[in-house]
């Protein structure tokens, strides 16, 4: 039999939608269950609107149409015509839901007013602040409510939970590249200054932290190029973080292969009905994601 749930767990569960019938739950159901027919022709202009705006504040960092008043003018009014449905938007959110403020600072909560805010920042500080209006983007995430592909939300759970489980290990193995870092950035600062005293060319490692920098960009294998040793000592380090750096970048992705395949060994409570989400604590009744009953029951209200 499984346990009474936690506070935690509770929360969890803890819907938004209005208790009793009426314009509220109505304008609910509109705007946050996609499931409706009303709900997803919502989300699509939502998503129409929001690539709209992205669409315009990049076209207005673009020189040659900065160089025309008048089309700017359009992109300006196009721009405060989205914000103004936007914040109409982020005001009904609030207005309908249960909690306003658990919404107000929940994450998609803080994405809806941080997508609203840059365009009235203008009014402060000028025009500088209006490419923090590419924040919109984020926002697209609710294409996944919107065509059901949060149901692929399995494989993020799994993967987040994989690394998260791993995290020691990848943090020791960080401790270990840093250490590494500095070890040949020091080196290599020390070798290119004085071995390289008299060469023709000035060397590029003026100090340790640049050297350091050095040896991030080849232990990555980036090889940027404005950086580079002149002495034969120097290219023979050189030689050997690229060839370190080769080997290493497959550690962590090794670390996070071994947690998933653990997970997939233990037994674990079956899959919900409704959302497929299959991460569950073993002794959990209600999905975490949609609040179903994991034995088939009906949705908890």
């Known amino acids: 039999m499984s346990q009474v749930p936690n506070k935690a767990q509770r929360r969890k569960r803890l819907t938004q939608r209005p208790d009793q019938d009426g314009l509220r739950t109505a304008v609910y159901d509109?705007?946050?269950?996609?499931?409706?027919?009303?709900?997803?022709?919502?989300?699509?202009?939502?998503?129409?609107?929001?690539?709209?705006?992205?669409?315009?504040?990049?076209?207005?960092?673009?020189?040659?149409?900065?160089?025309?008043?008048?089309?700017?003018?359009?992109f300006d009014v196009i721009e405060w015509v989205l914000t103004g449905l936007f914040t109409l938007e982020y005001l009904l959110r609030l207005s309908c839901v249960r909690h306003p403020i658990k919404y107000a600072f929940?994450?998609?909560?803080?994405?809806?007013?941080?997508?609203?805010?840059?365009?009235?920042?203008?009014?402060?500080?000028?025009?500088?602040?209006?490419?923090?209006?590419?924040?919109?983007?984020?926002?697209?995430?609710?294409?996944?409510?919107?065509?059901?592909?949060?149901?692929?939300?399995?494989?993020?759970?799994?993967?987040?939970?994989?690394?998260?489980?791993?995290?020691?290990?990848?943090?020791?193995?960080?401790?270990?590249?840093?250490?590494?870092?500095?070890?040949?950035?020091?080196?290599?600062?020390?070798?290119?200054?004085?071995?390289?005293?008299?060469?023709?060319?000035?060397?590029?490692?003026?100090?340790?932290?640049?050297s350091m920098y050095w040896a991030i960009v080849t232990?990555?294998?980036?090889?940027?190029?404005?950086?580079?040793?002149l002495t034969s000592a120097g290219k023979v380090i050189s030689a050997a973080l690229i060839l370190l750096g080769y080997s290493l970048i497959i550690v962590p992705s090794t670390f996070v292969n071994a947690e998933i395949m653990q997970r997939r060994k233990k037994p674990g409570p079956d899959a919900c009905h409704q959302c497929d989400a299959t991460t569950h604590h073993e002794d959990a009744t209600y999905c975490y994601r949609c609040g179903l009953r994991l034995d088939g029951g009906s949705k908890e209200i």
């Open 106 to 210: 929940s994450f998609w909560g803080l994405i809806d007013l941080l997508s609203i805010l840059p365009s009235y920042m203008t009014l402060l500080i000028g025009n500088s602040s209006r490419s923090f209006v590419i924040l919109r983007s984020v926002r697209l995430l609710r294409v996944f409510r919107v065509l059901k592909l949060w149901r692929m939300m399995n494989e993020a759970d799994e993967l987040s939970g994989a690394v998260w489980a791993a995290r020691n290990k990848i943090i020791v193995f960080l401790a270990v590249v840093l250490v590494a870092v500095t070890i040949s950035g020091t080196l290599m600062f020390h070798i290119e200054t004085y071995m390289a005293q008299g060469h023709e060319e000035e060397s590029d490692f003026t100090s340790i932290p640049q």
């Open 30 to 74: 509109i705007i946050f269950e996609a499931d409706t027919r009303s709900g997803r022709w919502f989300d699509i202009g939502l998503l129409v609107a929001i690539l709209a705006s992205i669409t315009v504040v990049s076209l207005e960092s673009v020189p040659t149409y900065q160089s025309l008043p008048s089309l700017m003018t359009t």
């Open 219 to 229: 232990m990555t294998t980036v090889g940027y190029g404005d950086v580079v040793p």
